[in-house]
Structures are given as C-alpha cells and as structure tokens.
C-alpha cells in the first residue's frame, strides 16, 4: 500500500471591487502543491463549460506560466495545467507546462504546426489536451466526482522524470 499524498491548495485572497483600486495583494504562484513518491507537482487548475481555455490574460495569467516554468526547473519537480472540461463529460487533462508553452508558441505562430489536432490561436482546446496532456480519469458519486489522482501522478513521473527520457526545457527569460 502506497502511503498518503500531501496536498495543499492555496487559497486565492477575495478583495472587494470598491478596494481593489487601493489595496495591493501578492498573486499565488499557482492553486495548488501536490507532493507523493518524493515528486512534488505545482499545479494551476482551470475549469472551463466550453470546448477549450481562453490564453486570455484574464483567464491565464502570465506570472502563472512564469512561476510554472521556474518550478519546473526543479528536480523531481512536474508543473503545469489541469484542465478540466466540466460540460464534455467532465474530461480532465494534466497538461505540463513545457508542453502547454510549446503548444502557445505554436498556436502564435512562433514555431511550426505538428499537431493532429486543429491549432486555434486564442485557446488550448479539450482535443489538444487529449493529444498532449494526460487524463485524471473520474467519476461521478452521487454529486461529487472521484478523481483518481494516483495514476495521474505515476503517469506523469513516468513521462516526464524518466532519466533516459529527459523533457525538452523551455528557458524562462
């Protein structure tokens, strides 16, 4: 038996419109920390009802993919996305940060298309999140899915921690 999971999600601090103007708040780095098998994964979650994400500065901030990459560069360290696709099944998708900026780069025109998907400029789309990402299956209890995070996580340390597979490292500048 496989001993239990450290998680932590970090709560976002709520500032009221009439405020906002006047105080200031640090930004979390991402949602959330997740450390099992002596991997540590910093995770930014997004839910969406739509059919892909919005790169939209609004929707994806550009200090998340920042403070992303950086963790990245950690050993034993897996960062990226966990998109999930709330109206599509509740399609759930692990996308590791590497691969989301490369997909951004490719989406912007600033290297070229290898995808089989459709590459959309403004989104990363459930159908790319199932070419490049890995899925957390689940399943619906009576309200509430189950996620089986576990073999997630062994996915990912198998993909992307693999010494004789090591992941091509986008530089942050």
């Given at each position: 038996m496989k001993p239990k999971m450290f998680f932590l999600r970090?709560?976002?601090?709520?500032?009221?419109?009439?405020?906002?103007?006047?105080?200031r708040v640090t930004k979390n780095k991402y949602d959330?920390?997740?450390?099992?098998?002596?991997?540590?994964?910093?995770l930014e979650l997004k839910s969406t009802g739509n059919k892909s994400v919005s790169f939209d500065e609004k929707i994806i901030k550009q200090h998340q993919i920042?403070?992303?990459?950086?963790?990245?560069?950690?050993?034993?360290t897996i960062s990226g996305f966990l998109f999930n696709f709330r109206e599509y099944d509740n399609k759930t998708?692990?996308?590791?940060?590497?691969?989301?900026?490369k997909y951004q780069h490719t989406a912007q025109g600033k290297s070229s298309h290898t995808y089989k998907s459709?590459?959309?400029?403004?989104s990363i789309s459930l159908d790319i999140c199932e070419e490049i990402?890995?899925?957390?299956?689940?399943?619906?209890?009576?309200?509430?899915?189950?996620?089986?995070v576990r073999?997630?996580?062994?996915?990912?340390?198998?993909?992307?921690?693999?010494?004789?597979?090591?992941?091509?490292?986008i530089v942050v500048v």
């Open positions: 970090i709560k976002d601090t709520f500032i009221p419109p009439d405020l906002r103007a006047r105080v959330c920390l997740l450390f099992d098998q002596g991997y540590l994964l910093t920042d403070n992303l990459l950086e963790a990245s560069t950690y050993e034993n998708y692990f996308v590791h940060i590497q691969d989301f900026v459709k590459v959309n400029k403004s990402g890995i899925e957390l299956k689940n399943y619906l209890k009576k309200k509430n899915y189950h996620y089986h073999i997630m996580i062994d996915e990912a340390i198998k993909k992307y921690c693999d010494k004789d597979n090591p992941v091509e490292r």
